[in-house]
């Protein structure tokens, strides 16, 4: 929870429109949204400096949560990619081919800012893991939903992508201030070592151009308000819906990688407290496997008085989360 001095995470609260007026398609979302918008948020503020110094001393947990958001960016925007294709059959309806073109910004795509992320030379690498079953899930359901019905793209889009624009910010700017400390090896000389910028630490949370995004943002917030007047009743039900069911699974994805953080932290940094880390094994335990995700789960003791926590759910869409997530067991 912020403090005082801490700076706050933007809360985005949807403008209520007058009574006789019909709501836009986001003001719909939003509405519809509201609550797990809210549940999201606290979970962010609260658990986002936990991956930060003085908690933690590298970006080992922050890399891990994000390592699991970027298979859900690849998804979407490998599977939007194939619907603008000539040869996507059956082809699709004009107006949903049009929806589709519109929405696409070649600048508001971030699978390889995720990848300049995650592959950056001075990061410590990521051990690969076996996609945890809601993600898989997920990853599934994108494919499937947005192969039958294009036009949910408008879901997926003003969650995924609006988020960046608000707290995506706020995340931003908690990473920068962990300095070059945090972000650079030990083993590179103190004098080597500069203020990390937007550009080299959060790639992900930067977008092209002198305006920080605004353009992007308004850009965007303007090819859905020219395309909504196209969807029936039915379809703009339909993507309220599934924005529902989004902000579910990435609830679902938040606690998973909160599994997989606290099963990891317990095998590289065991405590010598009982119960410090989440499944830590009593003294002279045999150390579990970490052959895959399910053998780090299924191998650790039950936890005791314990809160595992510490997530980074990747970004605020539209006002409301995308997730990265990151955690870290914490004792309550």
């Not at 797990?36 to 948020?41: E, K, L, Y």
């Not at 972000?183 to 092209?208: E, G, I, M, Y």
Request: with cysteine; glycine share 4%; aromatic share 6%.
């Amino acid at each position: 929870m912020s403090t005082p001095s801490d700076p706050a995470m933007p809360l985005l609260s949807p403008s209520q429109s007058p009574v006789d007026t019909p709501k836009t398609l986001p003001e719909e979302i939003n509405s519809a949204t509201r609550s797990i918008h809210a549940r999201i948020n606290r979970l962010l503020t609260a658990r986002l400096p936990l991956a930060l110094p003085p908690h933690t001393k590298d970006p080992s947990v922050y890399l891990l949560g994000l390592a699991q958001i970027e298979p859900i960016y690849r998804t979407l925007e490998s599977t939007w990619a194939s619907l603008l294709l000539p040869s996507t059959s059956p082809p699709l309806k004009p107006r949903h081919d049009t929806i589709l073109r519109t929405l696409h910004l070649p600048s508001l795509l971030r699978t390889a800012s995720l990848v300049t992320d995650l592959a950056h030379p001075s990061r410590p690498p990521i051990t690969p893991i076996n996609t945890p079953p809601r993600l898989a899930a997920f990853l599934s359901h994108i494919t499937t939903t947005l192969s039958t019905s294009p036009h949910l793209i408008l879901a997926y889009t003003w969650i995924l992508y609006m988020a960046l624009f608000s707290g995506g910010r706020w995340m931003r700017a908690q990473l920068l201030a962990a300095g070059p400390d945090f972000w650079t090896p030990s083993t590179v000389p103190l004098r080597s070592k500069t203020l990390p910028t937007r550009h080299d630490v959060a790639a992900f949370f930067h977008f092209a151009g002198d305006h920080d995004g605004e353009d992007i943002k308004e850009a965007f917030k303007a090819s859905v308000a020219s395309v909504e007047h196209s969807l029936t009743t039915q379809e703009r039900a339909e993507i309220v819906s599934e924005a529902g069911r989004i902000f579910a699974f990435l609830v679902d994805i938040v606690g998973e990688i909160d599994e997989l953080v606290a099963c990891s932290s317990a095998l590289h940094a065991p405590s010598t407290k009982p119960g410090v880390f989440f499944g830590a094994a009593p003294a002279g335990a045999k150390k579990p496997s970490s052959s895959s995700w399910e053998d780090l789960l299924t191998t650790r003791i039950q936890r005791s008085r314990l809160v595992v926590s510490l997530s980074l759910v990747c970004a605020l869409f539209g006002g409301y989360v995308v997730g990265t997530s990151l955690v870290h067991a914490v004792f309550r």
